[in-house]
Structures are given as C-alpha cells and as structure tokens.
C-alpha cells in the first residue's frame, strides 16, 4: 500500500558526492519514520541512516559526519546527501519505512565510488 522509489544513485569519484532521494506514496508519509540501509556484495544489509517523524536523526558511526539524512513531507521525499565518498560506501541503497506495524522498502538504487 505504500510504494518508496528511490533515485540518485550512480558513479562517483573518491571524494565526491551524491544526494539519493525517496519518493513515497500515500498520505501518512510524515508520521513514518524514515530510514536508509545499504547492501554491498557479499554483506548484509546494514542501517545508515534514519529520521524520526519529529525529524530526530542518527547515523551509523561509519557516515557520521559525512552522510546528512532530511525530509520534506511536502514533498513525501526523504534524502540522503553522501559526501567524501569512499569505495567503502560501494552498495545497494534502500530506501525503508516503519509505519508502527509494518515496513516497506524500496527497490534500491546502486551507488559505486571508484579509488
């Protein structure tokens, strides 16, 4: 019942930056909470990044002070701006969102950064 389509994704040099976005569907978008994961090859999906409905963050202490997660639930969109990217950070972004009782994802969108 609620569709999340992530986009942004692609090549990046190391250093460079990229601003990942998820569109959302539905009228409850701003009393979601909002998080990013991530998959590289071989590894399993780990927690980013996530916003709280009062707009709380936390982040995984390997982004810290790299990674900014926003909202605009104008707009049902949640982003997430990458910057000093590192190969490290090469993986599957998924958007998710914890609605109280349930969750749903997105399909992901591929980031790579090359060395």
């Known amino acids: 019942q609620v569709q999340l389509v992530e986009s942004g994704g692609g090549l990046v040099q190391f250093g460079g930056s990229l601003r990942l976005s998820c569109a959302a569907s539905?009228?409850?978008?701003?009393?979601?909470?909002m998080n990013w994961y991530r998959q590289a090859p071989g590894k399993r999906r780990e927690v980013v990044a996530f916003?709280?409905?009062?707009?709380?963050?936390n982040y995984a202490d390997s982004v810290k002070g790299r990674f900014t997660i926003s909202r605009d639930n104008a707009k049902n969109t949640v982003y997430l701006q990458m910057n000093s990217l590192k190969p490290e950070d090469t993986a599957v972004y998924y958007c998710?969102?914890?609605?109280?009782?349930?969750?749903?994802w997105g399909q992901g969108t591929q980031v790579t950064v090359s060395s």
């Open positions: 998710n969102a914890n609605a109280g009782t349930v969750d749903y």
């Open positions: 916003i709280t409905s009062g707009s709380r963050t």
């Open positions: 539905g009228s409850m978008f701003s009393t979601y909470v």
